[in-house]
């Protein structure tokens, strides 16, 4: 496991702090946020904003990692250490990998997504950032859902999302040809091997409510945080929020965002629907419910980079102040999963942290539970000039 930081001191930097931005020290020891008395270094960084660091908790941009071409697997260990390198990167110090568990198969199947667990298991320890799992589970795939279960507690799963996107599958099919096409060479099959299995998981249509109330009493007992994924209406909604499933992650209309917020549910939309203005697919804008307060965190999605550049988005188009435009990618995910170590730059709290040029807006260091993540630019040369003021001390 790298080594914690030494015990040091951050100042001149505008830090957030509730509402706004208040300049003051930040110490750092043993991987925690601390008030450091005594002589210990100081890194300077007057012009820069000292952030938390962001918690990401869905981006299955990772695939891409893994599966450069659908043909083409790279080894699982070089695709997390590759994705934990492009989060650091961008202010990601706490990244949950989607994973999905699928009647698709391959890379989106039960086995692939096993090993994925297995690897990000084996590779926490040395990951420059704090690397979890996700699983989205399609609610057709019933047969699999004890071992989705085995899975969930062996490799210590805290974030589960049910996904049914079975009849979005057959309107492609029938209205979009070419992408279905697409989306089987994708998934490694012909279109009537992945119009088979699409049919086979709707052959177990009448066995899903039992099967998701299986998954939600485990869950329960294992204090895994479940939720649904792309809820089109407040009906759907309520439905998994009666067996517990409360978080809302993507809704596809105001309404259903509505009926969570109205619910006491939390809300997560996707970082890149903010950036590009949209959805690629056609549904709400995020902008729109964040506007109207319905929306709670936001997450990568299927790209790393739009988690800063949303917040910037938010803050060049006068949607919100740059405090609260951060605490959607911050503190509001640390909240929806109940992360109490996470979010805020408090005392005593996990030294996730965040240091932006003020003139750029370019992220420039992140450290991450205490160890640093990411250096570059000015921060690299601060940080640098004290190594080297320490070193002709001793001398």
Same mark, same amino acid.
């Given at each position: ?18 509402? @706004?931005?208040?300049? $003051? ?6 991987g925690q946020i601390v008030d450091v008395a005594g002589m210990v270094p100081e890194v300077n960084l007057s012009g820069f904003w000292l952030l938390p660091g962001i918690i990401d908790l869905h981006g299955d941009g990772f695939e891409r990692q893994l599966f450069?071409?659908? *043909? ?23 990244? =949950? ?9 391959? =890379? ?15 590779? #926490? ?30 490799? #210590? ?9 079975? %009849?979005?599958? =057959?309107?492609?099919? $029938? ?15 012909? %279109? ?5 299995? /699409? ?6 249509? $009448?066995?899903?409510? #039992?099967?998701?109330? /299986?998954?939600?009493?485990?869950f329960d007992r294992l204090g895994v945080v479940y939720g649904s994924h792309d809820d089109p209406d407040a009906e759907t909604r309520e439905v998994y929020r009666m067996i517990g499933a409360r978080v809302a992650e993507f809704p596809t209309t105001r309404r ?35 506007? &109207? ?7 990568? &999605? ?40 996470? @979010? ?26 205490? #160890?640093?993540?990411?250096? *570059?630019?000015?921060?690299?040369? $601060? =940080? ?7 070193? /002709?001390?001793?001398?």
């Open positions: 496991m790298p080594a914690f930081l030494p015990p040091l001191r951050l100042i001149g930097a505008d830090v957030l702090s509730g509402d @706004g931005f208040a300049e $003051r020290p930040v110490g750092l020891a043993n450069p071409r659908p *043909s083409a697997p790279f080894p699982i260990m070089d695709g997390l250490a590759s994705t934990a390198r492009e989060a650091a990167s961008h202010g990601v110090t706490t990244a =949950f990998l989607a994973q999905s568990w699928s009647w698709e198969g391959g =890379f989106r199947g039960p086995d692939h997504a096993e090993a994925v667990m297995a690897a990000v298991q084996d590779y #926490r320890a040395s990951a420059p950032v704090d690397l979890r799992v996700q699983v989205r589970a399609e609610t057709h795939l019933v047969d699999h859902v004890p071992r989705l279960i085995a899975a969930v507690e062996q490799f #210590r799963v805290g974030y589960v999302v049910f996904n049914d996107h079975l %009849e979005e599958g =057959f309107q492609m099919h $029938r209205r979009n040809p070419d992408g279905f096409g697409h989306w089987a060479r994708k998934a490694g099959l012909t %279109e009537v091997q992945l119009l088979t299995r /699409m049919e086979s998981a709707r052959s177990k249509a $009448r066995d899903v409510p #039992r099967a998701l109330c /299986m998954m939600a009493g485990a259903a965002a509505a009926a969570a917020r109205a619910s006491g549910d939390p809300v997560i939309m996707g970082a890149p629907n903010v950036v590009r203005g949209g959805s690629q697919a056609g549904n709400i804008a995020a902008v729109e419910l964040i506007r &109207d307060g319905l929306c709670d965190a936001l997450v990568s &999605d299927y790209h790393i980079p739009a988690l800063p550049l949303a917040v910037w988005a938010l803050v060049d188009q006068g949607i919100l102040p740059l405090p609260a435009a951060w605490r959607l990618v911050s503190e509001g995910p640390a909240q929806v999963l109940g992360l109490l170590d996470r @979010g805020v730059l408090d005392s005593g709290l996990r030294a996730d942290l965040v240091a932006v040029n003020r003139e750029s807006r370019a992220i420039e260091m992140v450290i991450s539970g205490g #160890r640093m993540a990411h250096m *570059s630019g000015e921060a690299a040369a $601060r =940080f640098c000039a004290i190594a080297s003021t320490a070193r /002709m001390a001793a001398e």
